[in-house]
């Protein structure tokens, strides 16, 4: 037996577990930081939609209902495209199709910038789903090409960077956006171009590799096929996407409407808010860094246990604390809840290595897609009861994490 079919059956035998250390191919680190930065690029510029609800609120006169809406539109169009681009990318790798998701992203912003009316807004939205939907199942699987056995941490610094990007949106937003107003958003697209150089490089080396990526699957397929059941490996998968569902839910309460939520408790400015929530921003971004190597190390499951369930004591006590602890609390529950992420997509992909694509536009669209529909709801809570009502139903959102006790951890 190859050494690559010994360290694939160790995986597919224990999803979750810790990688061996004796990786079979080399660590692409290069690729690895281009597909982060790529992310963080990506990233930037669509966390300038929610960084800039507030303006956008003043401006059209729109209820948060409306404001859930544009998230729900975003996210929606990423969610219900992403497992369908994954799925016809298993099977029809396009190497360029990453630099042309991006296209998509700049021309959402350059509409973003202009847009006169609500529905073009919705409009801008959409696109900016689309280049979206493009860009993360195929990004995860290059990553995953380019690790060298060392899945979780290739998938942490590939999310690391979305994360960081989105962190830098409302400091933009608070920087540029809000004191220049809604058309300096034109401005900052011109990342987009370099986002669009730094894919096509990837793409070069991605087609390059694409026989390799080829090969793999048929190994692993086998192997998972003899260590677990299609119910357990269906069983499974629910199981995770519900996690992604609570990890969502409970996100997008924070990243669509933590800003509002401090400005009418605490009486805080605009730009202040922005602060506070880069502050949260930020401790997701470590937390995302974090949960693939140590998965890698001690396994994912465990990691799943610790960032789901873990953060409850936090989230109960968030919508009862001063302003202060507030910004305190965020800090812990930004950290450990962004680790489930990443081992999440890695566990999943152990489980069905086979379509390493259609796993991450699933999660990835589904993850979207509960961030979207989170959004309108809860906008549609705080407009009937209140945005302080909105926390204090979220805080028990974390005890889904008690399903973990149900994924798989050894062979059967």
């Not at 060298?148 to 920087?175: D, H, I, M, R, T």
């Not at 921003?281 to 789901?308: E, M, N, Q, Y």
Request: with cysteine; charged share 10%; hydrophobic share 55%.
């Amino acid at each position: 037996m190859s050494a690559e079919t010994t360290a694939a059956t160790s995986d597919a035998a224990a999803p979750g577990a810790a990688t061996s250390p004796g990786h079979h191919r080399e660590t692409v680190l290069a690729i690895l930081l281009a597909l982060s930065l790529s992310h963080l690029l990506n990233d930037v510029m669509q966390s300038l939609l929610p960084a800039v609800y507030p303006l956008l609120k003043e401006s059209y006169g729109l209820n948060y209902f409306q404001v859930g809406l544009i998230t729900f539109t975003f996210q929606c169009t990423a969610s219900l495209l992403q497992p369908l681009v994954g799925m016809y990318t298993d099977r029809h790798p396009k190497p360029f199709s990453l630099a042309i998701g991006m296209c998509s992203t700049f021309a959402g912003l350059i509409l973003l910038a202009f847009a006169g009316t609500f529905p073009t807004i919705l409009v801008a939205a959409a696109m900016v789903g689309v280049g979206s939907s493009v860009f993360h199942p195929e990004a995860s699987r290059v990553a995953r090409l380019a690790s060298g056995g060392k899945y979780g941490f290739a998938q942490s610094l590939f999310q690391v960077g979305g994360n960081g990007g989105s962190a830098l949106g409302p400091l933009l937003a608070a920087f540029v956006v809000v004191p220049w107003g809604q058309t300096s958003i034109a401005v900052l697209s011109v990342l987009a171009l370099a986002g669009i150089g730094v894919l096509t490089y990837v793409g070069r080396w991605y087609a390059a590799h694409l026989s390799e990526l080829r090969l793999r699957p048929k190994i692993s397929a086998e192997v998972v096929r003899q260590a677990l059941s299609p119910w357990r490996v269906r069983s499974a998968i629910g199981i995770l996407l519900l996690l992604v569902f609570s990890k969502y839910f409970y996100l997008v309460s924070l990243s669509s409407y933590y800003t509002f939520y401090l400005i009418e408790n605490f009486g805080v400015s605009v730009q202040t808010s922005q602060l506070l929530l880069f502050v949260f921003l930020g401790a997701v971004a470590a937390g995302t860094l974090l949960g693939g190597p140590v998965g890698d190390r001690i396994g994912f499951k465990a990691v799943i246990w610790v960032s789901i369930l873990g953060v409850l004591p936090f989230t109960l006590v968030l919508p009862y604390a001063n302003l202060f602890w507030t910004a305190v609390l965020t800090v812990p529950i930004g950290l450990i809840l962004a680790s489930a992420f990443s081992a999440i997509i890695v566990y999943a992909q152990e489980l069905v290595p086979s379509r390493v694509g259609m796993i991450a536009g699933l999660f990835f669209g589904f993850a979207f897609g509960m961030a979207g529909i989170g959004a309108a709801v809860l906008g549609w809570m705080a407009d009937e009861w209140g945005i302080d009502f909105v926390y204090q139903v979220c805080s028990f959102l974390p005890l889904v994490g008690l399903l973990t006790g149900f994924l798989p951890s050894k062979k059967g």
